[in-house]
């Protein structure tokens, strides 16, 4: 089964406009945490917003929040006001804590948005 | 703050030549580095996870002989493609964190790896 599911291969979406991109996650760990990454066409990977297993509220950072529904294990973006420069791939990561120490982050498989002006 | 420096950003080399990739850490302490390989359009795959002054844990799959991994400081980590075939050609990226789990890892700029 997939860890991280990222049902979205590709996104459009107007300059100003809010966007959303999914995710869903498997794991039957307590303690997790949930990362959305940005990479642009030159393949730089820019770390957008991070929301713990145990986090109450929402992330948020600028125009980025995070939709975590625990319940559910979703944890969707949301882009406000859409850039022209946010066009790029978008992954989505969960990481995994195991015994002794050990972690494991495992991606999706990414959605490609699209701003169109 | 939190900067990776990844080096070289391109190689371009023959079969059967090793390639050694550095990841530096330039403005923290990397507790933990990661190494990545991504195929054109595909997600990260991750390969290894290294800790400081310890044995990287690889993952299924990837040959530990084939991707040697070395994590001598908490500045840099190396990996070294040896005897480098046409297969092995990739982009691969490293990546940095501190040594608390809630931080996010850090990304180098990554490798293009093109092996003739």
């Known amino acids: 089964a997939q860890k991280i599911t990222q049902t979205q291969p590709g996104m459009f979406v107007q300059e100003k406009e809010a966007v959303t991109l999914d995710c869903t996650y498997d794991t039957s760990d307590q303690s997790y945490g949930l990362f959305w990454y940005k990479q642009p066409s030159s393949g730089e990977m820019i770390f957008l917003i991070y929301q713990g297993s145990y986090d109450e509220q929402n992330a948020t950072e600028g125009r980025y929040s995070l939709n975590f529904q625990k319940a559910r294990k979703s944890a969707n973006l949301v882009i406000s006001a859409s850039q022209l420069g946010d066009s790029a791939m978008y992954f989505c990561?969960?990481?995994?804590?195991?015994?002794?120490?050990?972690?494991?982050?495992?991606f999706g498989t990414g959605t490609k948005l699209q701003v169109i002006p | 703050g939190a900067v990776v420096s990844q080096h070289p950003s391109r190689v371009i080399c023959k079969s059967g030549t090793s390639v050694k990739i550095e990841c530096r850490s330039l403005?923290?302490?990397?507790?933990?580095m990661f190494w990545y390989r991504q195929f054109p359009k595909q997600s990260l795959m991750l390969m290894a996870t290294?800790?400081?002054?310890?044995?990287?844990?690889?993952e299924q799959g990837v040959e530990k002989d084939k991707f040697l991994i070395n994590h001598a400081s908490l500045t840099l980590s190396t990996l070294t493609v040896t005897s480098a075939h046409p297969e092995d050609s990739s982009f691969y990226i490293c990546?940095?964190?501190?040594?608390?789990?809630?931080?996010?890892?850090?990304f180098g700029d990554g490798t293009r790896l093109s092996i003739l």
């Open positions: 990546s940095a964190r501190t040594g608390d789990y809630n931080q996010p890892q850090h």
């Open positions: 990561a969960m990481r995994e804590d195991f015994s002794g120490g050990y972690q494991k982050v495992t």
């Open positions: 290294s800790n400081e002054g310890s044995k990287a844990t690889y």
């Open positions: 403005d923290f302490q990397a507790t933990t």
